[in-house]
């Protein structure tokens, strides 16, 4: 087993591989003048099983063309298997045509560029869409980071807690969230109750006086976490934090953070936190290298994925 990284997210990777036990591999991945992408692997990788750890974050474009160089030059290079580790799939949010609209499934564009550039394998964390794993013609395991908050939900030994999906969307992960913790689950439903006018927070759940925690997957301008924060302490919530897998964290995220009613925002390390988000101090980042390392040996070892969430 071989693992590499790009610019996207090298700590994580150099995380990764210390829970492994083994060096991080030796690639130069850099842009020509004009800003075409390089990569040259600087080490023997025939016959290996190799990983690259590369999120499709901000700069996304950038980011999944080195993701993509770098798998065709690690075939080129005679590598057994490639694996791309995907912390955040980017573009995982153009899924589907709504309404029949002129727009493309991106989602299955990107899917069938790093199928046909050679890589054999994908391994994601917390996918935007599940239905995604099904525009790969190869294996996908989408892993969840859900274990890391929880267990850091447990640490914070929170008293009266109630765990809330932001919207209906996501009830399914925060009532296996919910369930984990054996706690009382709430659901915001977000309706426009007249055209022209801005939509109101509707809240299943009784959550006067209970500390509320929005679950979701990701949290890109945060306008809805902050939203959802408000309505919250209007119906009586005595804190509401958030807890989410994936930090986007653009536009005027952390503006809209710092001016909200949300208590803490918690995050994992799939995306590198920018230096604004570093310095808020109602964000705080979790580390999800145990997860993904350990779903890395799985893989390379040919052993259960699913046995790690039973």
Do not use: W
């Not at 509707?202 to 945060?222: Q, S």
């Not at 509401?240 to 953070?257: D, K, M, Q, W």
């Not at 390379?300 to 790690?308: F, G, H, K, P, R």
């Amino acid at each position: 087993m071989m693992v590499f990284t790009g610019n996207a997210n090298p700590d994580l990777a150099r995380r990764v591989v210390r829970q492994l036990h083994i060096p991080l591999g030796d690639i130069s991945v850099g842009k020509f003048s004009d800003g075409e992408i390089t990569a040259e692997i600087n080490e023997n990788v025939r016959g290996k099983d190799v990983f690259i750890i590369q999120p499709t974050c901000a700069p996304t474009n950038d980011n999944l063309m080195e993701l993509v160089v770098m798998a065709d030059a690690f075939r080129r290079s005679s590598a057994t298997r490639i694996t791309a580790v995907i912390p955040y799939f980017g573009y995982a949010r153009q899924d589907r045509r709504p309404r029949s609209a002129r727009v493309a499934i991106s989602a299955k564009v990107v899917a069938d560029m790093l199928t046909v550039v050679g890589i054999d394998r994908v391994l994601t964390v917390d996918l935007h869409a599940d239905q995604i794993q099904g525009f790969f013609d190869i294996p996908v395991d989408n892993i969840y980071g859900s274990p890391v908050l929880v267990d850091d939900i447990e640490d914070q030994r929170f008293e009266n807690l109630m765990i809330v999906s932001p919207d209906i969307g996501g009830v399914v992960r925060a009532r296996a969230v919910a369930k984990s913790l054996g706690v009382d689950l709430g659901i915001i439903d977000k309706r426009r109750e007249k055209a022209n006018h801005s939509e109101v927070m509707h809240i299943i759940g009784d959550v006067e006086g209970r500390t509320c925690i929005l679950v979701d997957d990701m949290v890109d301008t945060a306008g809805t976490l902050c939203h959802a924060a408000k309505a919250l302490k209007e119906h009586g919530a005595a804190k509401v934090f958030a807890y989410c897998t994936h930090p986007v964290l653009s536009g005027r995220a952390i503006e809209n953070i710092e001016n909200s009613v949300l208590d803490e925002l918690v995050v994992t390390n799939t995306i590198p936190l920018s230096a604004a988000a570093q310095a808020c101090d109602r964000i705080r980042q979790l580390d999800i290298a145990p997860v993904v390392a350990e779903a890395v040996r799985r893989i390379s070892n040919e052993e259960s994925i699913s046995a790690m969430f039973r």
